[in-house]
Protein backbone atom coordinates (compact mmCIF):
# COMPACT_ATOMS: atom_id res chain seq x y z
CA UNK A 1 0.00 0.00 0.00
CA UNK A 2 1.82 3.14 -0.93
CA UNK A 3 0.22 6.59 -0.18
CA UNK A 4 -0.24 9.53 -2.91
CA UNK A 5 0.36 12.66 -1.45
CA UNK A 6 -2.53 14.72 -1.42
CA UNK A 7 -4.28 12.64 -3.30
CA UNK A 8 -3.01 13.84 -6.61
CA UNK A 9 -4.42 12.15 -9.76
CA UNK A 10 -6.44 9.86 -7.59
CA UNK A 11 -10.22 9.11 -8.82
CA UNK A 12 -12.01 9.05 -5.51
CA UNK A 13 -15.88 9.13 -6.91
CA UNK A 14 -18.17 9.41 -9.82
CA UNK A 15 -20.11 12.39 -9.97
CA UNK A 16 -22.18 14.19 -13.21
CA UNK A 17 -22.14 17.18 -11.84
CA UNK A 18 -19.17 18.72 -13.35
CA UNK A 19 -15.71 17.99 -14.67
CA UNK A 20 -12.25 19.01 -15.75
CA UNK A 21 -11.18 17.66 -18.57
CA UNK A 22 -7.76 19.45 -20.62
CA UNK A 23 -8.01 22.34 -18.88
CA UNK A 24 -11.99 22.78 -19.12
CA UNK A 25 -14.44 23.27 -17.34
CA UNK A 26 -18.15 22.21 -17.62
CA UNK A 27 -21.05 21.95 -15.29
CA UNK A 28 -23.03 19.04 -16.37
CA UNK A 29 -21.57 19.03 -20.17
CA UNK A 30 -21.75 23.05 -20.60
CA UNK A 31 -18.88 25.13 -21.27
CA UNK A 32 -17.65 27.16 -18.44
CA UNK A 33 -17.15 29.86 -20.71
CA UNK A 34 -20.69 29.25 -22.28
CA UNK A 35 -22.94 29.23 -18.80
CA UNK A 36 -20.60 32.48 -17.25
CA UNK A 37 -21.57 34.97 -20.62
CA UNK A 38 -25.31 33.72 -21.04
CA UNK A 39 -26.10 32.19 -17.70
CA UNK A 40 -27.53 33.10 -14.33
CA UNK A 41 -26.79 32.24 -11.05
CA UNK A 42 -30.26 30.61 -10.39
CA UNK A 43 -29.44 28.88 -13.87
CA UNK A 44 -27.01 27.37 -12.49
CA UNK A 45 -28.21 26.21 -9.02
CA UNK A 46 -31.38 24.12 -11.08
CA UNK A 47 -28.60 22.58 -13.40
CA UNK A 48 -26.44 21.53 -10.55
CA UNK A 49 -29.19 20.23 -8.76
CA UNK A 50 -31.47 18.89 -11.85
CA UNK A 51 -28.67 17.79 -14.19
CA UNK A 52 -30.43 19.92 -17.01
CA UNK A 53 -31.58 23.39 -17.59
CA UNK A 54 -34.38 24.66 -16.29
CA UNK A 55 -37.45 26.00 -18.45
CA UNK A 56 -38.99 29.54 -17.38
CA UNK A 57 -41.63 28.17 -15.20
CA UNK A 58 -39.10 26.11 -12.99
CA UNK A 59 -36.61 29.24 -13.28
CA UNK A 60 -39.09 31.46 -11.82
CA UNK A 61 -40.51 28.81 -9.20
CA UNK A 62 -36.56 28.40 -8.19
CA UNK A 63 -36.11 32.23 -8.04
CA UNK A 64 -39.31 32.15 -5.58
CA UNK A 65 -38.57 29.40 -3.32
CA UNK A 66 -35.10 31.16 -2.53
CA UNK A 67 -36.81 34.15 -1.81
CA UNK A 68 -39.52 32.90 0.31
CA UNK A 69 -36.67 30.88 2.01
CA UNK A 70 -34.01 33.76 2.61
CA UNK A 71 -35.11 34.63 6.60
CA UNK A 72 -33.38 33.10 8.69
CA UNK A 73 -34.82 32.17 12.60
CA UNK A 74 -34.22 35.27 15.01
CA UNK A 75 -32.36 32.80 17.24
CA UNK A 76 -29.78 32.96 14.12
CA UNK A 77 -29.72 36.79 14.31
CA UNK A 78 -29.25 36.89 18.03
CA UNK A 79 -26.62 34.24 17.77
CA UNK A 80 -24.66 36.45 15.45
CA UNK A 81 -25.02 39.20 17.70
CA UNK A 82 -23.71 37.18 20.58
CA UNK A 83 -19.81 36.10 18.41
CA UNK A 84 -16.67 38.28 19.81
CA UNK A 85 -16.98 39.90 16.36
CA UNK A 86 -13.93 42.04 16.35
CA UNK A 87 -11.53 38.68 17.59
CA UNK A 88 -13.62 35.82 14.86
CA UNK A 89 -12.99 35.56 11.47
CA UNK A 90 -16.18 35.82 9.33
CA UNK A 91 -15.71 32.14 7.94
CA UNK A 92 -15.40 31.01 11.10
CA UNK A 93 -18.79 32.85 11.38
CA UNK A 94 -20.39 31.28 8.81
CA UNK A 95 -19.38 27.77 9.93
CA UNK A 96 -21.13 28.04 13.20
CA UNK A 97 -24.02 29.88 12.15
CA UNK A 98 -24.66 27.26 9.53
CA UNK A 99 -24.03 24.41 12.09
CA UNK A 100 -26.38 26.74 14.60
CA UNK A 101 -28.95 27.19 11.62
CA UNK A 102 -29.33 22.93 11.36
CA UNK A 103 -30.78 22.86 14.87
CA UNK A 104 -33.67 24.90 13.92
CA UNK A 105 -34.66 23.00 10.81
CA UNK A 106 -36.98 20.56 11.74
CA UNK A 107 -36.04 18.24 8.79
CA UNK A 108 -32.48 18.30 10.14
CA UNK A 109 -32.06 14.25 10.33
CA UNK A 110 -35.16 13.70 8.01
CA UNK A 111 -33.02 11.68 4.95
CA UNK A 112 -35.47 11.13 1.92
CA UNK A 113 -35.10 12.24 -0.85
CA UNK A 114 -37.74 15.43 -0.82
CA UNK A 115 -36.61 16.23 2.73
CA UNK A 116 -32.75 16.79 1.21
CA UNK A 117 -33.83 18.94 -1.63
CA UNK A 118 -35.95 21.30 0.77
CA UNK A 119 -33.51 21.50 2.86
CA UNK A 120 -30.94 22.40 0.01
CA UNK A 121 -33.27 25.20 -0.68
CA UNK A 122 -33.65 26.36 2.46
CA UNK A 123 -29.51 26.20 2.81
CA UNK A 124 -28.53 28.03 -0.37
CA UNK A 125 -31.48 30.74 0.20
CA UNK A 126 -30.16 31.66 3.70
CA UNK A 127 -26.89 31.32 3.48
CA UNK A 128 -26.51 35.18 1.62
CA UNK A 129 -28.48 36.57 4.82
CA UNK A 130 -26.42 35.06 7.57
CA UNK A 131 -23.13 36.19 5.59
CA UNK A 132 -24.62 39.77 5.39
CA UNK A 133 -26.04 39.75 8.64
CA UNK A 134 -22.41 39.29 10.24
CA UNK A 135 -21.34 41.84 8.13
CA UNK A 136 -23.57 44.60 9.55
CA UNK A 137 -23.95 42.94 12.84
CA UNK A 138 -19.87 43.64 13.52
CA UNK A 139 -20.08 46.55 12.34
CA UNK A 140 -23.11 48.04 14.68
CA UNK A 141 -25.79 47.76 12.34
CA UNK A 142 -29.29 46.11 12.18
CA UNK A 143 -29.26 43.11 9.71
CA UNK A 144 -31.54 44.13 6.54
CA UNK A 145 -34.18 41.77 6.04
CA UNK A 146 -34.32 40.05 2.39
CA UNK A 147 -36.42 41.50 -0.38
CA UNK A 148 -39.00 38.54 -2.28
CA UNK A 149 -38.63 40.73 -5.41
CA UNK A 150 -35.03 40.21 -6.13
CA UNK A 151 -32.63 37.69 -7.16
CA UNK A 152 -30.22 36.30 -5.31
CA UNK A 153 -27.35 38.19 -6.30
CA UNK A 154 -29.05 41.13 -5.87
CA UNK A 155 -30.09 40.16 -2.53
CA UNK A 156 -27.43 39.93 -1.28
CA UNK A 157 -25.55 43.03 -2.39
CA UNK A 158 -28.67 44.86 -0.74
CA UNK A 159 -28.88 43.07 2.46
CA UNK A 160 -24.99 43.83 3.05
CA UNK A 161 -25.06 47.65 2.10
CA UNK A 162 -28.97 48.57 2.55
CA UNK A 163 -29.26 49.73 -1.10
CA UNK A 164 -30.59 48.85 -3.88
CA UNK A 165 -27.29 47.71 -6.01
CA UNK A 166 -26.84 48.85 -9.88
CA UNK A 167 -27.13 46.56 -12.91
CA UNK A 168 -23.47 46.68 -13.32
CA UNK A 169 -22.97 45.47 -10.16
CA UNK A 170 -25.83 42.42 -9.90
CA UNK A 171 -24.65 41.31 -13.11
CA UNK A 172 -20.47 41.26 -12.21
CA UNK A 173 -21.70 39.36 -8.75
CA UNK A 174 -23.92 37.32 -10.77
CA UNK A 175 -21.34 36.37 -12.67
CA UNK A 176 -18.59 35.43 -9.94
CA UNK A 177 -21.21 33.63 -8.13
CA UNK A 178 -21.76 31.12 -11.70
CA UNK A 179 -18.06 30.92 -12.27
CA UNK A 180 -17.55 29.40 -8.65
CA UNK A 181 -20.60 27.19 -8.18
CA UNK A 182 -19.22 24.31 -8.88
CA UNK A 183 -15.82 22.52 -9.42
CA UNK A 184 -15.61 18.66 -9.44
CA UNK A 185 -13.69 17.02 -6.20
CA UNK A 186 -12.30 20.31 -4.32
CA UNK A 187 -11.30 19.58 -1.11
CA UNK A 188 -14.40 20.93 0.39
CA UNK A 189 -16.25 19.46 -1.77
CA UNK A 190 -14.53 16.16 -1.19
CA UNK A 191 -15.12 17.27 2.59
CA UNK A 192 -19.47 17.60 2.37
CA UNK A 193 -19.12 14.06 0.42
CA UNK A 194 -16.97 12.26 3.46
CA UNK A 195 -18.80 13.38 5.60
CA UNK A 196 -22.24 12.47 4.13
CA UNK A 197 -21.22 9.57 3.04
CA UNK A 198 -21.64 8.38 6.83
CA UNK A 199 -25.40 9.27 6.48
CA UNK A 200 -24.81 12.66 8.34
CA UNK A 201 -26.77 15.09 7.59
CA UNK A 202 -26.65 18.23 5.22
CA UNK A 203 -26.24 20.12 7.79
CA UNK A 204 -23.40 18.53 8.93
CA UNK A 205 -21.85 18.29 5.26
CA UNK A 206 -22.01 22.30 4.47
CA UNK A 207 -20.36 22.72 7.52
CA UNK A 208 -17.42 20.80 7.36
CA UNK A 209 -16.92 22.09 3.70
CA UNK A 210 -16.78 25.38 4.25
CA UNK A 211 -14.47 25.13 6.99
CA UNK A 212 -12.38 23.21 4.54
CA UNK A 213 -13.06 26.05 1.96
CA UNK A 214 -11.63 28.48 4.57
CA UNK A 215 -8.10 27.67 4.42
CA UNK A 216 -5.48 30.21 2.12
CA UNK A 217 -4.56 26.96 -0.24
CA UNK A 218 -8.07 26.88 -1.12
CA UNK A 219 -11.24 29.22 -1.06
CA UNK A 220 -8.84 31.81 1.72
CA UNK A 221 -6.89 32.48 -0.73
CA UNK A 222 -8.99 35.34 -2.24
CA UNK A 223 -8.45 37.61 0.44
CA UNK A 224 -4.81 36.72 0.95
CA UNK A 225 -4.79 38.08 -2.57
CA UNK A 226 -6.15 41.28 -1.61
CA UNK A 227 -3.69 41.22 1.51
CA UNK A 228 -0.93 41.06 -1.07
CA UNK A 229 -2.23 43.52 -3.20
CA UNK A 230 -2.60 46.26 -0.74
CA UNK A 231 1.00 45.01 0.60
CA UNK A 232 2.55 45.84 -2.59
CA UNK A 233 0.14 49.57 -2.39
CA UNK A 234 1.83 50.60 -5.94
CA UNK A 235 3.04 49.49 -9.50
CA UNK A 236 6.60 49.85 -8.61
CA UNK A 237 6.71 47.74 -5.56
CA UNK A 238 5.20 44.79 -7.40
CA UNK A 239 9.05 43.52 -9.14
CA UNK A 240 10.79 43.75 -5.71
CA UNK A 241 8.06 42.15 -3.62
CA UNK A 242 7.42 39.10 -5.74
CA UNK A 243 10.72 38.65 -6.42
CA UNK A 244 12.03 38.33 -3.00
CA UNK A 245 8.56 36.11 -2.27
CA UNK A 246 9.60 33.98 -4.79
CA UNK A 247 13.64 33.72 -3.56
CA UNK A 248 11.88 32.74 -0.36
CA UNK A 249 10.45 30.15 -1.73
CA UNK A 250 6.90 31.25 -0.22
CA UNK A 251 4.22 30.72 -2.57
CA UNK A 252 2.34 33.62 -4.42
CA UNK A 253 -1.22 33.52 -3.62
CA UNK A 254 -3.62 33.22 -6.18
CA UNK A 255 -1.25 31.49 -8.25
CA UNK A 256 -1.65 27.44 -9.08
CA UNK A 257 -3.59 24.87 -8.93
CA UNK A 258 -3.74 20.99 -8.56
CA UNK A 259 -5.44 20.05 -11.62
CA UNK A 260 -5.25 23.02 -14.19
CA UNK A 261 -1.98 22.99 -16.17
CA UNK A 262 -2.64 25.43 -18.28
CA UNK A 263 -4.23 27.62 -17.10
CA UNK A 264 -7.72 28.26 -14.83
CA UNK A 265 -10.69 28.78 -17.47
CA UNK A 266 -12.26 31.05 -15.51
CA UNK A 267 -9.66 33.59 -14.75
CA UNK A 268 -9.92 34.93 -17.84
CA UNK A 269 -13.20 35.92 -17.04
CA UNK A 270 -12.30 37.42 -13.90
CA UNK A 271 -9.87 39.16 -15.44
CA UNK A 272 -12.17 41.04 -17.80
CA UNK A 273 -14.24 41.57 -15.11
CA UNK A 274 -11.22 42.88 -12.96
CA UNK A 275 -10.23 45.22 -16.10
CA UNK A 276 -14.00 46.63 -16.24
CA UNK A 277 -15.10 47.16 -12.32
CA UNK A 278 -11.77 48.80 -11.10
CA UNK A 279 -12.23 51.21 -14.24
CA UNK A 280 -15.32 51.88 -12.96
CA UNK A 281 -14.88 52.22 -9.74
CA UNK A 282 -11.37 54.57 -9.99
CA UNK A 283 -9.13 51.48 -8.36
CA UNK A 284 -7.73 50.51 -11.51
CA UNK A 285 -4.52 50.19 -9.90
CA UNK A 286 -5.46 47.05 -8.26
CA UNK A 287 -5.68 45.57 -11.81
CA UNK A 288 -2.77 46.95 -13.04
CA UNK A 289 -0.70 45.71 -10.37
CA UNK A 290 -2.69 42.01 -10.59
CA UNK A 291 -1.63 42.12 -14.48
CA UNK A 292 2.03 43.04 -13.60
CA UNK A 293 2.32 40.27 -10.78
CA UNK A 294 0.06 37.64 -13.46
CA UNK A 295 2.97 38.39 -16.16
CA UNK A 296 6.23 37.86 -13.74
CA UNK A 297 4.60 34.61 -11.88
CA UNK A 298 3.87 33.35 -15.17
CA UNK A 299 7.38 33.89 -16.64
CA UNK A 300 9.22 33.31 -14.00
CA UNK A 301 7.36 29.83 -12.51
CA UNK A 302 5.37 29.16 -15.54
CA UNK A 303 2.18 29.13 -13.33
CA UNK A 304 -1.03 30.77 -14.14
CA UNK A 305 -3.62 32.74 -12.27
CA UNK A 306 -6.71 30.94 -10.81
CA UNK A 307 -10.25 31.83 -10.09
CA UNK A 308 -9.30 33.66 -6.61
CA UNK A 309 -6.31 36.13 -8.53
CA UNK A 310 -9.00 38.58 -9.96
CA UNK A 311 -11.68 37.69 -8.32
CA UNK A 312 -10.24 39.91 -5.20
CA UNK A 313 -10.09 43.12 -6.89
CA UNK A 314 -13.48 42.56 -8.28
CA UNK A 315 -14.91 42.05 -5.16
CA UNK A 316 -12.84 44.77 -3.93
CA UNK A 317 -14.72 46.98 -6.86
CA UNK A 318 -18.06 45.52 -5.16
CA UNK A 319 -17.79 47.37 -2.16
CA UNK A 320 -17.43 44.07 -0.13
CA UNK A 321 -15.00 44.04 2.99
CA UNK A 322 -11.64 41.94 2.26
CA UNK A 323 -12.24 39.26 4.91
CA UNK A 324 -15.59 38.61 3.63
CA UNK A 325 -14.74 37.41 0.19
CA UNK A 326 -14.43 33.74 0.85
CA UNK A 327 -17.50 33.83 2.04
CA UNK A 328 -19.12 34.94 -1.52
CA UNK A 329 -16.98 32.34 -2.72
CA UNK A 330 -19.12 29.40 -0.05
CA UNK A 331 -22.20 31.54 -1.01
CA UNK A 332 -21.58 30.76 -4.50
CA UNK A 333 -20.06 26.94 -4.10
CA UNK A 334 -22.63 26.23 -1.35
CA UNK A 335 -24.92 25.17 -4.82
CA UNK A 336 -21.79 22.60 -6.21
CA UNK A 337 -21.82 20.98 -2.06
CA UNK A 338 -25.60 20.62 -2.11
CA UNK A 339 -25.29 19.09 -5.80
CA UNK A 340 -22.48 16.86 -5.07
CA UNK A 341 -24.39 16.06 -1.21
CA UNK A 342 -27.53 14.97 -2.86
CA UNK A 343 -25.54 13.38 -5.40
CA UNK A 344 -23.28 10.93 -2.80
CA UNK A 345 -26.89 10.22 -1.14
CA UNK A 346 -28.41 8.76 -4.33
CA UNK A 347 -25.91 6.09 -4.39
CA UNK A 348 -24.11 6.24 -1.35
CA UNK A 349 -20.86 4.28 -0.30
CA UNK A 350 -18.88 4.69 3.31
CA UNK A 351 -16.05 6.91 1.98
CA UNK A 352 -13.04 5.22 3.67
CA UNK A 353 -9.34 5.15 2.22
CA UNK A 354 -6.73 3.61 3.54
CA UNK A 355 -3.42 4.78 5.37
CA UNK A 356 0.19 3.91 4.34
CA UNK A 357 1.84 3.29 7.69
CA UNK A 358 5.16 4.58 8.53
CA UNK A 359 5.36 4.93 12.60
CA UNK A 360 7.57 3.02 14.62
CA UNK A 361 6.44 -1.51 15.19
CA UNK A 362 6.39 -3.61 17.57
CA UNK A 363 6.74 -1.42 20.41
CA UNK A 364 6.61 -2.19 24.38
CA UNK A 365 4.40 -1.09 26.50
CA UNK A 366 6.02 0.80 29.09
CA UNK A 367 4.43 1.36 32.27
CA UNK A 368 3.71 4.79 33.36
CA UNK A 369 6.36 4.75 36.50
CA UNK A 370 9.08 3.78 34.20
CA UNK A 371 8.90 6.63 31.79
C1 LIG B 1 -10.32 27.81 -5.40
C2 LIG B 1 -9.03 27.22 -5.18
O1 LIG B 1 -8.87 26.48 -4.26
S1 LIG B 1 -7.84 27.58 -6.29
C3 LIG B 1 -6.32 27.47 -5.34
C4 LIG B 1 -6.22 28.59 -4.36
N1 LIG B 1 -4.96 28.55 -3.62
C5 LIG B 1 -3.95 29.38 -3.88
O2 LIG B 1 -4.01 30.24 -4.74
C6 LIG B 1 -2.76 29.24 -2.98
C7 LIG B 1 -1.47 29.23 -3.76
N2 LIG B 1 -1.35 28.03 -4.55
C8 LIG B 1 -0.95 26.84 -3.98
O3 LIG B 1 -0.64 26.77 -2.78
C9 LIG B 1 -0.92 25.61 -4.85
O4 LIG B 1 -0.68 25.94 -6.20
C10 LIG B 1 -2.19 24.78 -4.75
C11 LIG B 1 -2.51 24.49 -3.28
C12 LIG B 1 -3.37 25.53 -5.36
C13 LIG B 1 -2.01 23.47 -5.51
O5 LIG B 1 -1.10 22.76 -4.80
P1 LIG B 1 -0.37 21.41 -5.27
O6 LIG B 1 -1.00 20.81 -6.43
O7 LIG B 1 -0.26 20.58 -4.04
O8 LIG B 1 1.02 21.94 -5.70
P2 LIG B 1 2.28 22.15 -4.75
O9 LIG B 1 1.93 23.02 -3.59
O10 LIG B 1 2.83 20.80 -4.44
O11 LIG B 1 3.22 22.93 -5.72
C14 LIG B 1 4.03 22.34 -6.73
C15 LIG B 1 5.23 23.23 -6.97
O12 LIG B 1 4.80 24.51 -7.46
C16 LIG B 1 5.10 25.53 -6.54
N3 LIG B 1 3.94 26.39 -6.40
C17 LIG B 1 2.64 26.00 -6.46
N4 LIG B 1 1.84 27.06 -6.28
C18 LIG B 1 2.66 28.12 -6.12
C19 LIG B 1 2.41 29.47 -5.90
N5 LIG B 1 1.16 29.95 -5.80
N6 LIG B 1 3.46 30.30 -5.78
C20 LIG B 1 4.72 29.84 -5.88
N7 LIG B 1 5.02 28.55 -6.09
C21 LIG B 1 4.00 27.70 -6.21
C22 LIG B 1 5.37 24.84 -5.22
O13 LIG B 1 6.20 25.60 -4.37
C23 LIG B 1 5.99 23.56 -5.69
O14 LIG B 1 7.32 23.83 -6.06
P3 LIG B 1 8.47 22.73 -5.79
O15 LIG B 1 8.07 21.54 -6.60
O16 LIG B 1 9.70 23.43 -6.26
O17 LIG B 1 8.46 22.46 -4.31
O1 LIG C 1 -10.54 22.40 -7.65
C1 LIG C 1 -9.75 22.81 -6.78
O2 LIG C 1 -8.84 22.12 -6.29
C2 LIG C 1 -9.86 24.19 -6.27
C3 LIG C 1 -10.70 25.08 -7.10
O3 LIG C 1 -10.26 25.63 -8.08
C4 LIG C 1 -12.09 25.25 -6.73
O4 LIG C 1 -12.55 24.63 -5.76
O5 LIG C 1 -12.79 26.03 -7.40
Known sequence: MTATKGLEGVVAATSSISSIIDDTLTYVGYDIDDLAENATFEEVVFLLWHRRLPNAVELEDLRIQLANNAEVPSQVIDHLKAYPSDKVHPMAALRTAVSYLGLFDEEADVQTSDANYRKAIRI?????????????????????APRKDLGLAANFLYMLSGKEPDKVAVEAFDKALVLHADHELNASTFTARVCVATLSDIYSGITAAIGALKGPLHGGANEQVMKMLTEIGSIENVEPYIREKLANKEKIMGFGHRVYRNGDPRAKHLREMSEKLTKLTGKSKWYDISVKIEQIVTSEKNLPANVDFYSASVYDSLGIDHDLFTLVFATSRTSGWLAHILEQYENNRLIRPRAEYIGPSKQVYIPLEKR
Do not use: M, Y
Open 124 to 144: QAKIPTIVTAFSRIRKGLEPI
